[in-house]
C-alpha cells in the first residue's frame, strides 16, 4: 500500500508501515530522465529520421509513432536516444502512460512516500507509480503480491506483454468492458500460458485492435515489450482516449503548399509554416508518408510549435465536399463571385484565391478563361459556414489551339510533345492530316522522337501535325574527356570535339539504369547519337559496365585513401575507391563523403548495396531494405532467404509486420516461396522488421477523384470494392506514354504493380470487344461495337479462355465468334470468347421496343429483351427486328453479365 493524504486509512497505513519500514521517499529533487540508461548505444546521427532520435532509423517500423509521442511529449529520450530495441520497464511503461493520459501535471513529487521493502521503484519513478495507483491505473495489492512473488525489483523489471495490456486498457478506461470479457476464452494458441486477471484485458485490447499475435497464432503473455512496440500500442490508443496534448490541434486540412499549412478548425481558418522537418503521415499505413500525400478538405491532426507544424496525421481521406455540376454563366472577378445555371435556376457560387481551374487535359486555367455556356463541375466546402469553391473542372469546353514543339515520345494514338518546356499529351485524330514539309506521312508512326513539329489541336485532338525539322541523327565514337550541364567534349581522330547536350540527353551504362552525365569518367569509349541539330541525344558507355552487389558489409574505411574495404556474400573481400562523384546516400537522402563518414554511414559491420565499375565506387545505398525473391522462409529459427541479382541472402526475421494489397492483417506465412517481396530491416540493420509483397493486380475502376488522388476499384467478378491511393504512382496508357489521373474513368482496366498496399505504378489497359473478322497464329483481328476494326497481335505466351476454361491454343477461335481482347500483367494477350445463350423468336413489340422468345419451361424468366441500345444483327449487318419470324434462332452475347448483342443464325 502507499500513503496518501486524501486517505485517513491510508495516512494510518504509512504510520504502520513507516514504523516497521524505517524511513521515506521523495522524488522532488531526484533529476532522473525516464530514458536514461547506463549503457552505450552506437547511434547513427541523421537528418534523415523523421524522430528527434539519432538511434531510430529512417524507416524504422515504428518511426511514424514514436515521433507522435516525442511531439506529444510522451516519450523524452536522454541525449537524443530513445533505445527503441530496449524491453520497457514496468516504472517506464508507467512514466509513458501517465503522460498519454494527460495526468502529468496531477503529480505530487514533494509528497513522501514508503513502499514495501520488497516492492522497489526507483526515486524518479515513485510518483508517478503512486498516481497510477490512485487513477486505478495499477491495482497496489497485485503488484505488491507480483513484486513478493518475484523476490527482485519490481519497477526496474521488464513488462510483460500481458502486463503491458492491462495498464493500457485500463489507461483508455476500458477496465469494465475489460472485465465483461474476463470469462471469454482467448483466441491465441497458448491461451493457457496467461495469467491469472489478465484474459478480459487482452480479448479488449484485441477486439480494439490495440494487440495482436506473434508467429504460430501465439500471444507470448510473458514476452517483453519493447520501448518501440510501447509507443506504437500508446499511439493506437490514442484513438480510443483522445487527449488534448500541447499545441495539438484537429481540423479539416485546406492547403498545404508553399511551405504553409492552411487548417479549419471551430474558431475558423487556421495558417501554420512547415518546414522541411515536418513529418507527414496517414492513418492507413504504418510509414512515414509525404506532403503530396495528404488529401485536401479532410479531417488531420496537427503538432505546432511557435507557429510551426511539428507533425501531421492524415486522419482520414473523407474529403468534406460537394459536388456541383452545372453550365457556366458569368463571374465577378473583383467580388470573387460566379454565378451557374443548374436545372434553369441561377446559382451564385464564391470563391477565393485559392480556386484551381483545369480543363478537360487537366491543364491549369486562370479563372478569367471560364468562357459561357461550358460545362462544368465545381467542387464546394461543406465545412465554412459560407462555402466557398475549391475547384472548378471545365468537362465540355474542348481545347482548340495551334503550337509548335519538339516530339517526346508516340504512342499507338497518342503523341507527346514538350512545348516551350512543358510536356502535352494530345490523342491524334484518326483521320489527322499527317505531313512532313509538304509530303504526306503514311502512319503516325513515321514521326520520330526528337522531331520538330508545328501541330493543329480542335475538340482535344490533333488534326494537323507537320514534322518541319526531322530527327536525322548520326552516330559517331570518340573517348570522354569532360562535361558540364550543357556540353561534352570527346577525344576524336586525335582531337577534341565539343557539342551541346540537352535536358533529355540520354545516358546508357550497362548495369546503371539512371545513369547521368556525372557518371562518365575518363577513357570511356563512348558512342554519341547527334540530331540535326548538331546537339547530343544519346550517350552510350561501350567499354564498362557497372556491376551490382546487395547485401555487402562493410569491414573499414581508410579516409586519406577513401578506400571502402567490404565482404561481399561469398565472403569475398573487395577494396573499392570513392571518387568525388561517387553517390551515397540513404533512403533517398543524399550524403557528401565527409558527412557519411561523420554520420557513422561507413562504420564496420555496416549493410550496403554498392555499384562499382573496376575498382571505382558508382554508388553506395544503405541497405535498410532489400528487394528480392523468396527462396525459404525458416520458421523454426525464423530466417528469410532472398535471392537478389543471383546472390543469395539470409537475413534473421524479428517478427515482422507483413504488407500485402487485398489481405488486412497479413501473416509471415502469407509469404510464399518464389514471391518478390521488400524487406525493411530494424534500425541496427540485423533483423528484418517488415515485410512488404509485391504483387501486380488487374483491376476495374469504379470511380475517379482526382483531388484526393485515389481510385475505387474492384477486382474481377467481385462486387466488393476498395481504395488505392495513387500519389505517388507512374500512371501510363498501354504504350507507356504518361497519362494523368483525370484521364482514367469508371469502367477502365487497369494493371496495378504494388508494393505492399501501396500502388507503385498504373498501367491503363486498352480493352477491346466485338466480332471477330479473321484469326492467325500472329493475330486476331476484330470489329468492335462502335464499327471500329481492331488488330492484335498475339506475340508469345497468350491465354484464349472458352466457357472459363483457359488454352493456348488459338485454333479455337472462329471467324464471327463474340471476344474480349485485352493484356494481362505481364503484357501477355488474353483473348475470352463471350458466352452465349440460343433462343427461339417468338414476337416483336413495337410499343415498348421488345423481343420476347419461346420459354423452354416454365422456370424460364428470361424471356423478354428490350432492344434499347442493342444491336440486333444477322451475317455482321444490323437488321429490323419486324424481319424476324417465329423459331427464328436468335444467340444472345453477354459480356460481364450484361447483354451485349443479339443475333440471328
Do not use: C
Amino acid at each position: 500500500m502507499i500513503y496518501h493524504s486524501k486517505s485517513y486509512k491510508a495516512a494510518a497505513w504509512l504510520l504502520a508501515l513507516s514504523l516497521t519500514a524505517g524511513g521515506t521517499v521523495s522524488a522532488a529533487s531526484v533529476p532522473y530522465d525516464t530514458t536514461s540508461s547506463a549503457a552505450t548505444v552506437n547511434a547513427v546521427g541523421t537528418s534523415a529520421s523523421a524522430t528527434p532520435f539519432s538511434d531510430v532509423a529512417p524507416a524504422h517500423w515504428a518511426e511514424k509513432h514514436i515521433s507522435k509521442l516525442a511531439f506529444q511529449g510522451i516519450i523524452v529520450g536522454n541525449n537524443g536516444l530513445f533505445r527503441p530495441s530496449d524491453s520497457v520497464t514496468r516504472q517506464e511503461a508507467i512514466v509513458m502512460a501517465i503522460r498519454f493520459a494527460g495526468l502529468e501535471g496531477q503529480l505530487d513529487r514533494d509528497e513522501a512516500v514508503v513502499f514495501p521493502s520488497s516492492f522497489h521503484v526507483d526515486n524518479y519513478f515513485v510518483p508517478y507509480v503512486v498516481l497510477a495507483i490512485e487513477k486505478g491505473l495499477i491495482d497496489r495489492n497485485e503488484q505488491f503480491f507480483l513484486a513478493d512473488k518475484e523476490g527482485k525489483d519490481w519497477g526496474s523489471a521488464k513488462a510483460s506483454r500481458e502486463w503491458v495490456t492491462k495498464l493500457i486498457v485500463k489507461a483508455i478506461g476500458k477496465n469494465a468492458e475489460a472485465l465483461a470479457l474476463g470469462k471469454q476464452s482467448i483466441p491465441f494458441a497458448d491461451a493457457s500460458a496467461v495469467g491469472e486477471g489478465y484474459a478480459g484485458y487482452i480479448n479488449e485490447a484485441v477486439s480494439l485492435k490495440l494487440m495482436n499475435g506473434v508467429a504460430n497464432n501465439k500471444f507470448d503473455p510473458a514476452g517483453a515489450v519493447t520501448r518501440a512496440m510501447m509507443a506504437k500500442l500508446l499511439s493506437l490508443a490514442e484513438g480510443q482516449y483522445p487527449v488534448d496534448y500541447a499545441g495539438q490541434r484537429e481540423g479539416i486540412l485546406t492547403t498545404l503548399k508553399d511551405g504553409s499549412l492552411g487548417l479549419y478548425t471551430e474558431e475558423g481558418q487556421q495558417t501554420y509554416s512547415t518546414s522541411a522537418s515536418t513529418v507527414y503521415t496517414r492513418f492507413d499505413s504504418e510509414q512515414i508518408s509525404n506532403a503530396a500525400s495528404m488529401v485536401p478538405n479532410a479531417r488531420v491532426s496537427i503538432i505546432a510549435k511557435d507557429g510551426v507544424v511539428q507533425y501531421v496525421e492524415q486522419l482520414s481521406t473523407d474529403q468534406q465536399v460537394e459536388t456541383i455540376n452545372g453550365t457556366f454563366d458569368r463571374i465577378i472577378p473583383a467580388s470573387h463571385k460566379m454565378w451557374i445555371w443548374v436545372n434553369d435556376e441561377p446559382v451564385e457560387i464564391r470563391y477565393d484565391d485559392t480556386l484551381q481551374v483545369v480543363d478537360g487535359q487537366g491543364n491549369v486555367l486562370d479563372v478569367t478563361a471560364l468562357t459561357k455556356d461550358s460545362t462544368v463541375k465545381i467542387t464546394r466546402d461543406k465545412f465554412r459556414q459560407s462555402p466557398i469553391a475549391i475547384s472548378v473542372q471545365v468537362a465540355s469546353a474542348p481545347q482548340s489551339k495551334t503550337g509548335t514543339g519538339t516530339v517526346q515520345s508516340i504512342g499507338a494514338s497518342a503523341i507527346t510533345i514538350n512545348n516551350n518546356g512543358k510536356s502535352e499529351t494530345w490523342s491524334v485524330s484518326s483521320d489527322a492530316l499527317l505531313l512532313s514539309g509538304n509530303t504526306l506521312l503514311d502512319s503516325l508512326s513515321a514521326v520520330k522522337a526528337g522531331d520538330q513539329v508545328s501541330y493543329e489541336v480542335k475538340n482535344d485532338e490533333i488534326v494537323r501535325l507537320v514534322v518541319d525539322v526531322t530527327n536525322s541523327a548520326k552516330v559517331e565514337t570518340g573517348v570522354f574527356y569532360s562535361a558540364d550541364k550543357k556540353t561534352i567534349t570527346y577525344l576524336k581522330d586525335k582531337k577534341y570535339v565539343t557539342k551541346p547536350i540537352t535536358d533529355a540527353t540520354v545516358i546508357t551504362i550497362d548495369g546503371m539504369p539512371t545513369a547521368t552525365i556525372d557518371d562518365l569518367q575518363d577513357n570511356d569509349q563512348l558512342e554519341l547519337t547527334i540530331n540535326a541539330s548538331d546537339q547530343v541525344t544519346k550517350i552510350a558507355v561501350s567499354n564498362r559496365k557497372v556491376e551490382l552487389a546487395v547485401g555487402v558489409e562493410i569491414r573499414s574505411y581508410d579516409a586519406d585513401y577513401k578506400a571502402l574495404n567490404v565482404v561481399d556474400g561469398n565472403g569475398k573481400l573487395k577494396t573499392l575507391y570513392l571518387k568525388t562523384n561517387s553517390q551515397i546516400d540513404m533512403n533517398g537522402i543524399a550524403f557528401t563523403i565527409d558527412s557519411a563518414v561523420s554520420s557513422g554511414l561507413l562504420a564496420k559491420g555496416r549493410k550496403i548495396t554498392i555499384s562499382y565499375t573496376g575498382d571505382t565506387i558508382v554508388r553506395i545505398q544503405l541497405a535498410f531494405k532489400y528487394t528480392g525473391t523468396v527462396v525459404s522462409i525458416d520458421s523454426t529459427n525464423a530466417k528469410l532467404t532472398l535471392s537478389m541479382n543471383g546472390t543469395l541472402m539470409t537475413l534473421p526475421l524479428q517478427s515482422p509486420f507483413v504488407d500485402q494489397f487485398g489481405k488486412a492483417n497479413s501473416v509471415i506465412s502469407d509469404v510464399q516461396s518464389g514471391a518478390t517481396i521488400t524487406a525493411t530491416m530494424n534500425q541496427t540493420q540485423d533483423k528484418v522488421s517488415g515485410i512488404y509483397i509485391h504483387r501486380a493486380v488487374q483491376l476495374k475502376v469504379v470511380s475517379v477523384n482526382t483531388s484526393t488522388s485515389r481510385i475505387t476499384v474492384r477486382e474481377g467478378s467481385s462486387t466488393s470494392t476498395t481504395d488505392i491511393n495513387v500519389a505517388g504512382a507512374e500512371l501510363t496508357d498501354e504504350n507507356g506514354v504518361k497519362i494523368s489521373l483525370g484521364s482514367l474513368a469508371a469502367g477502365n482496366v487497369i494493371n496495378v504493380a504494388f508494393v505492399g498496399s501501396t500502388a507503385t505504378t498504373v498501367q491503363r489497359v486498352t480493352v477491346s470487344v466485338g466480332a471477330v473478322k479473321s484469326v492467325d497464329a500472329s493475330q486476331v483481328t476484330l470489329v468492335d461495337y462502335s464499327g471500329r476494326t481492331v488488330n492484335t497481335p498475339l506475340g508469345t505466351g497468350y491465354t484464349v479462355v472458352r466457357n472459363g476454361v483457359p488454352s493456348t491454343s488459338i485454333a479455337s477461335v472462329k471467324a464471327g465468334d463474340r471476344v474480349e481482347v485485352r493484356k494481362d500483367t505481364q503484357g501477355k494477350v488474353q483473348v475470352t470468347v463471350l458466352a452465349s445463350v440460343e433462343k427461339k423468336f417468338f414476337k416483336y413489340d413495337s410499343t415498348t421496343n421488345t423481343i420476347q422468345t419461346k420459354r423452354p419451361n416454365i422456370n424460364d424468366t428470361n424471356y423478354k429483351f428490350n432492344l434499347s441500345g442493342i444491336p440486333l444483327t444477322s451475317g455482321g449487318s444490323g437488321i429490323s427486328p419486324t424481319s424476324l419470324k417465329e423459331d427464328d434462332s436468335l444467340y444472345l452475347y453477354y459480356y460481364e453479365d450484361k447483354l451485349i448483342e443479339i443475333e440471328k443464325r
